[in-house]
T-cell receptor, first 116, second 114 residues
Framework: AQTVTQSQPEMSVQEAETVTLSCTYDTSESDYYLFWYKQPPSRQMILVIR??????QNATENRFSVNFQKAAKSFSLKISDSQLGDAAMYFCAYRSAASGTYKYIFGTGTRLKVLA | SAVISQKPSRDICQRGTSLTIQCQVD?????MFWYRQQPGQSLTLIATANQGSEATYESGFVIDKFPISRPNLTFSTLTVSNMSPEDSSIYLC???????????FGPGTRLTVT
């Protein structure tokens, strides 16, 4: 069975600085998808970034980028130029690419605090 | 993406009662799911809501406790039955559109059982 591990329950970053959130996963599959979701205090889950396992290039969305290391089964999220609005819980998630599979496996989350 | 609404946004209920949560999407979606998020915890999938047939439940969740309906491609309900304080959680609806692999989440329903 697949598992997703986020080893940092909480992280802090100074406004305008850069922070990296860690995520590791375990799977025997070769094709899958990885995601980072943000859940602010309003509790709406927002998709931040996604990565297809077959792509070697790391995904980037504005200030958010990932470091995808397939062999190491690592999928970290880098937030550049941190803003107060980035404060939230961040969840890493895995989804198999197998046909008919839609179930997400979520990590336990990392609470990010942004200091003014 | 998808515009998803949930009703109610929050509720406080007495033990032994039931609450039905509604999830409405702005356009047709392929898949709909219900998750539970206990305080300070991650998300746990309750079930997949199947259009026109019985929902598919995950291990540890049963239809008698969490009956689910999905009468069409844009609407689903989750009922939390015979509630106890342990059912106090955020309940989230999510959807998959078309043949995509991304899930989009509703704003959640915060349930407190006293």
């Amino acid at each position: 069975a697949q598992t997703v591990t986020q080893s940092q329950p909480e992280m802090s970053v100074q406004e305008a600085e850069t922070v990296t959130l860690s995520c590791t996963y375990d799977t025997s599959e070769s094709d899958y998808y990885l995601f980072w979701y943000k859940q602010p205090p309003s509790r709406q889950m927002i998709l931040v970034i996604r990565q297809e396992a077959y792509k070697q290039q790391n995904a980037t969305e504005n200030r958010f980028s990932v470091n995808f290391q397939k062999a190491a089964k690592s999928f970290s999220l880098k937030i550049s130029d941190s803003q107060l609005g980035d404060a939230a819980m961040y969840f890493c998630a895995y989804r198999s690419a197998a046909s008919g599979t839609y179930k997400y496996i979520f990590g336990t989350g990392t609470r990010l605090k942004v200091l003014a | 993406s998808a515009v998803i609404s949930q009703k109610p946004s929050r509720d406080i209920c007495q033990r032994g009662t039931s609450l039905t949560i509604q999830c409405q999407v702005d356009s047709q979606v392929t898949m709909m799911f219900w998750y539970r998020q206990q305080p300070g915890q991650s998300l746990t999938l309750i079930a997949t809501a199947n259009q026109g047939s019985e929902a598919t439940y995950e291990s540890g969740f049963v239809i008698d406790k969490f009956p689910i309906s999905r009468p069409n491609l844009t609407f689903s309900t989750l009922t939390v039955s015979n509630m106890s304080p342990e059912d106090s959680s955020i309940y989230l609806c999510s959807v998959v559109r078309g043949w995509g692999y991304e899930q989009y989440f509703g704003p959640g329903t915060r349930l407190t059982v006293t």
